[in-house]
């Protein structure tokens, strides 16, 4: 009998994995499609994605109603109890990314029939790159438990920062320079945002992982400080 809920337990859990990293997968195809919306001006694909945030938000609801249930009936311990712990703010987080693709399709959707600017969004397409590699790094490391590739993720973060900081001056330059673009660099501007945003949850889930493994709640930890921690 005891062989038999173990392996009921463990076969819960897995589950709870797999739908966990189902959710990352979709957050991920969202956030790649609202940027191709932007920078191409697909109103059809931006839809799309702001249709997709139901289906995102449905899990969200599954894994914290699974993770509660567990965690009542189970009254798990230790590491299995800060597994589920770490699976309700990740998943928080991730539905805060699927959020923030959302508001870039919003601005998508505000930039059709719009000139396109001679860099073909090329600043867009850089901040989206480096935000769509930390999500996918933090749930990479997420999935294999590693706490150094979180803690390389962690300070990844500030790259984005100084990109986006860069982005901002540049759009308050050319809105001074070229008021006729206002409308596409406003939109433009909160697209950016976003990405930035996004970044910060990558961030999340990273300090998450470090949270699983270790049990250390580094959010306001310079990644060094954990040499001197147990």
């Known amino acids: 009998m005891s062989r038999h809920i173990s392996e009921q337990y463990d076969a819960e859990l897995d589950s709870l994995r797999r739908r966990l990293m189902e ?25 799309g994605v702001r249709a997709a945030d139901k289906e995102v938000n449905a899990l969200e609801l599954a894994i914290d109603d699974q993770c509660i249930h567990i965690i009542a009936r189970r009254q798990p311990a230790a590491g299995d109890l800060r597994m589920l712990i770490t699976m309700m703010k990740v998943c928080t987080d991730l539905e805060r990314v699927g959020d923030e693709s959302g508001r870039i399709a919003k601005s998508a959707l505000a930039l059709v029939g719009l000139e396109f600017p001679e860099n073909q ?14 999500l996918s790094r933090s749930l990479d490391a997420l999935a294999r438990l590693d706490v150094d590739a979180a803690l390389a993720n962690i ?67 310079h990644k060094s400080g954990l040499t001197d921690r147990p």
């Open 23 to 47: 959710m990352g997968g979709l957050v991920e195809s969202q956030l790649r499609d609202a940027v191709q919306a932007a920078v191409t001006h697909d109103a059809e694909l931006a839809n």
């Open 121 to 134: 969004y090329n600043e867009i397409r850089h901040l989206a790159d480096l935000a769509a590699k930390m």
């Open 155 to 221: 300070a990844a973060d500030a790259e984005l920062d100084r990109a986006h900081d860069d982005v901002v001056r540049d759009y308050a330059a050319t809105m001074e320079q070229h008021p006729e673009s206002v409308k596409r660099v406003l939109n433009t501007f909160w697209a950016a945002r976003a990405l930035e945003r996004i970044g910060d949850h990558a961030k999340n889930i990273a300090e998450h992982v470090v949270f699983l493994v270790k049990g250390l709640d580094v959010r306001h930890t």
